[in-house]
């Protein structure tokens, strides 16, 4: 993990096949690397150099240059750093950084938590020796403060755009009672409900509702539970738990939405398992990360442990 004085460098290099020659930058980096235009025009404030010499997007580039995109410490960091949290660090490379939240945390500061949360963490880990500057958090979605299981965050502006909203996730949840079919797909839209900042709820006639779809897959049925697997077509706030008590299985432990707390005092949801795609703009090539379930929700079916959750 980069500290200290060491420098937050995240240098990225391409060289120009010979079916780009002729062609504009900004043509090789949209059509070739899949940038977006945005991206594009971040590019034009610094970092960016063909065969080590500065040009513009709209010069032309020819086979065999070489093309340097390097993103450093100048970012501001405005989180309180806490490297005392328990957070664990689960990977991490030039791009990004996964690591398992607990329970009780949540993923960014606000207004109740602005020092406690996987943020501060991931802010005292990525920052310069003076304490202002650093690498900025930029998580690539957020789980519910009382979620466990695997938190993605992207370590430069490059990777973030490459990446957001295309990590496929998996998770795992105890739901209360024992589901009788082996799989399903909910599709019901959620709101907010009246009056409250955060929960949810199914309506399908309010006009201002969301379209939410979620698959679940049962992998498990003992003690009263069930123990399933959800992946998400859509990322609604609450999904899996509103759709769960929707159709009469609230998570154990999620009182808010009908579940009980006499087994467990947080809602049993793990994210479990992410996939990473293949992106060339960084090089990559698709990798998966799987974190177990905690214990205390393996107990709800009779397990001291699921050490190897990939196995379903």
Request: charge should be neutral; include cysteine; proline fraction near 5%.
């Amino acid at each position: 993990m980069t500290s200290g004085n060491q420098p937050f460098l995240s240098i990225y290099r391409y060289t120009v096949g010979p079916e780009w020659d002729g062609k504009l930058l900004q043509d090789y980096f949209r059509e070739s690397l899949g940038f977006s235009r945005r991206m594009i025009i971040d590019l034009k404030k610094g970092g960016l150099s063909v065969n080590g010499a500065h040009i513009r997007m709209v010069d032309p580039v020819h086979t065999g240059d070489q093309i340097q995109l390097t993103f450093g410490e100048e970012e501001q960091i405005n989180l309180i750093p806490n490297p005392d949290l328990p957070v664990t660090l689960l990977y991490e490379d030039r791009d990004i950084c996964a690591m398992e939240k607990p329970a009780g945390m949540s993923v960014h500061p606000c207004t109740l938590y602005y020092n406690d949360t996987v943020g501060n963490w991931f802010s005292a880990c990525y920052r310069s020796e003076d304490g202002n500057h650093g690498i900025a958090f930029r998580p690539l979605y957020r789980l519910d403060r009382d979620t466990t299981g695997i938190v993605v965050a992207a370590k430069n502006t490059l990777a973030a755009g490459m990446l957001m909203g295309r990590l496929e996730k998996v998770y795992y949840a105890v739901a209360e009672g024992l589901i009788q079919q082996d799989s399903g797909t909910v599709d019901a839209p959620l709101v907010r409900v009246p009056g409250s900042i955060i929960t949810r709820k199914v309506d399908f006639s309010d006009p201002l509702a969301q379209r939410a779809v979620t698959h679940f897959r049962v992998l498990c049925r003992a003690n009263g539970h069930t123990l399933i697997a959800c992946r998400l077509e859509t990322g609604r706030t609450h999904q899996i738990r509103v759709h769960m008590a929707y159709i009469g299985h609230p998570l154990a432990g999620d009182t808010l939405y009908g579940g009980h707390d006499t087994l467990t005092k947080t809602q049993a949801l793990h994210c479990g398992e992410v996939t990473i795609p293949a992106v060339k703009a960084l090089s990559r090539t698709e990798m998966r990360l799987c974190q177990p379930v905690p214990q205390q929700m393996a107990m709800l079916i009779g397990q001291q442990q699921i050490p190897d959750i990939s196995k379903y």
